[in-house]
């Protein structure tokens, strides 16, 4: 229900009045990736802030239709249930259209294509397939063919104020200091497009690590090739680029601790608080750049208005200096070490612990390789197969081991993030942020000076158990009787572990000696 004014009846009004509420209100929005982990945030918020459609495009899914598949998603997550919205509300706000990032002309209808081209102002383009490891030519085709194809899609729209693309702090990380600007791609992405037609998924394999090499994986290199597309359309559209650096759970807004997704930091917690990652390779004294996803959001709205407002008396430009390019993270305004994190998983963690785990809840990191391998020896591979071998014994399947490969597959996959330190300069976003006014600051939260890390791990851990390991608040206290046996369990067995792999280490140093230094005096 709305007021004449476009906003919220269910919502207090404002103390203050926000200039960037007030341009996004009454606006028509495009949004890709809506179902998708930010992607829903972005439609709580936009709708909440009273947009007058937001069209989102959406492929069918196993047989389920695109405004089915919306209806499923609104119905199933609380974040759309709370400020006193529901599935009728939003609905009454989002045009639903069937398309497809890997479809040539995003394979829209030309009816739905005409209706976009006649209504669309704003495009936020958020679809993006996140995952580190999927086959390159495939992540080509979403992440790169898919961005030309919305850049395409832009350039033909009537009404067209600004497109805003979604990238990640992480595009450029083969340069451990980035700033707010274009960089060069590692190849031409028409071309890398081209190639990746021409190739099978087994050529694709083959050829992966010999394409994206210095790039740790296959969706950084994507996402770098991307940025480039947008910049050769940069002097045709008004264009802002945001980077977010690794996205945790939602602060507050628009509920405590929201998450959807195992990805980066929520795994590590998740499964150090399971007990199943004991050992990171990670100096303590490096920073881990994490933003709650809210921040997210909200930084990304504030510094497209700036973008808008600056459009409308300049025009775009591809001047390093001047691009419209936005950092959001925290290691530069509010750093957050390793270490910090270690100690938050074992203090904060023991009073949140999971209901069902392995160990309790703790990890042990060094920047050592070699100790690295020698810690995950006695701390996940001797428990892994003393656990199984316990298990066969009483007739039950082994699962350890098992679950130590996909540990081994996680940690593999993000120890070229936690192993290094990156600085993410923001003085083009600090600048935003130092701008706002008293109403924006109100609404669009995305300070990271202002967050104090003991209240959001208190935050965040509590939204790991309700929206990840989905444990309902009744069970609590039981988990936490449960930790306190598991306590005692996990010393007893990890010291010996220990000791067993030490007394292997001098057992094998002592044959070694005896057989190639002794023998040899005799």
């Not at 229900?1 to 919502?11: I, K, S």
């Not at 999927?134 to 009404?159: D, F, W």
Request: with cysteine; hydrophobic share 40%; net charge neutral.
């Amino acid at each position: 229900m709305m007021d004449p004014r476009g906003m919220n009846l269910w919502e207090e009004e404002p103390i203050h009045p926000s200039p960037v509420a007030d341009y996004y209100r009454g606006k028509v929005v495009l949004l890709t990736g809506a179902t998708g982990f930010l992607g829903k945030l972005y439609m709580v918020k936009l709708v909440r802030l009273g947009v007058k459609e937001l069209i989102v495009i959406v492929r069918e899914k196993k047989g389920v239709q695109p405004k089915e598949r919306m209806v499923k998603i609104l119905e199933k997550e609380k974040l759309f249930k709370v400020h006193g919205l529901g599935e009728k509300q939003y609905m009454n706000t989002l045009t639903v259209i069937a398309g497809d990032m890997d479809v040539p002309g995003l394979g829209l209808s030309p009816e739905d294509l005409e209706y976009i081209r006649e209504r669309t102002e704003i495009v936020l383009h958020a679809a993006a397939d996140v995952r580190f490891d999927e086959a390159l030519n495939k992540i080509i085709i979403t992440n790169v063919q898919g961005t030309l194809e919305m850049l395409n899609l832009c350039v033909s729209l009537k009404k067209m104020e600004l497109m805003i693309y979604v990238s990640t702090a992480y595009a450029n990380c083969v340069t451990n200091t980035v700033y707010e600007k274009f960089y060069d791609p590692p190849v031409d992405p028409l071309k890398m497009m081209e190639l990746m037609k021409t190739v099978d998924d087994d050529q694709s394999e083959v050829l992966t690590d010999m394409i994206i090499r210095p790039w740790p994986n296959t969706y950084t290199y994507a996402k770098s090739l991307a940025e480039n597309l947008v910049k050769m359309y940069f002097d045709r559209m008004n264009i802002v680029i945001i980077r977010p650096t690794i996205v945790a759970t939602t602060m507050d807004d628009p509920i405590q601790g929201w998450t959807d997704n195992l990805y980066g930091l929520n795994g590590v917690i998740v499964g150090a608080g399971c007990g199943v990652l004991r050992v990171l390779h990670a100096s303590d004294s490096i920073k881990i750049d994490i933003i709650p996803a809210d921040f997210v959001i909200n930084g990304t709205l504030v510094a497209a208005y700036r973008a808008a407002e600056d459009y409308r008396h300049n025009a775009p430009s591809t001047d390093p200096d001047k691009v419209h390019i936005y950092h959001l993270g925290s290691a530069v305004d509010n750093p957050l070490t390793n270490a910090m994190i270690s100690r938050y998983t074992k203090t904060i963690g023991a009073s949140n612990p999971p209901l069902r785990s392995l160990w309790i809840g703790s990890y042990v990191s060094t920047k050592y390789a070699t100790f690295s391998m020698i810690l995950s020896i006695l701390l996940h591979f001797i428990p892994g197969v003393i656990i199984d071998a316990i298990l066969r014994f009483k007739g039950e399947r082994p699962m350890l081991m098992k679950i130590y490969r996909k540990v081994r597959k996680f940690t593999t996959m993000i120890e070229f993030f936690a192993g290094q330190e990156f600085i993410f300069v923001n003085d083009k976003m600090r600048q935003v942020m130092d701008s706002m006014t008293p109403g924006d600051k109100e609404q669009f939260q995305c300070d990271m000076k202002s967050l104090p890390w003991d209240d959001y791990f208190n935050i965040y851990f509590p939204g790991l158990k309700t929206y990840i390991l989905k444990e309902k608040t009744d069970t609590w206290e039981k988990a936490r009787q449960r930790y306190i046996r598991l306590d005692m369990i996990t010393n007893f067995v990890l010291r010996g572990s220990v000791v067993l792999g030490v007394y292997w280490i001098i057992y094998y140093v002592y044959i070694f000696i005896s057989q190639n230094i002794l023998g040899d005096s005799l």
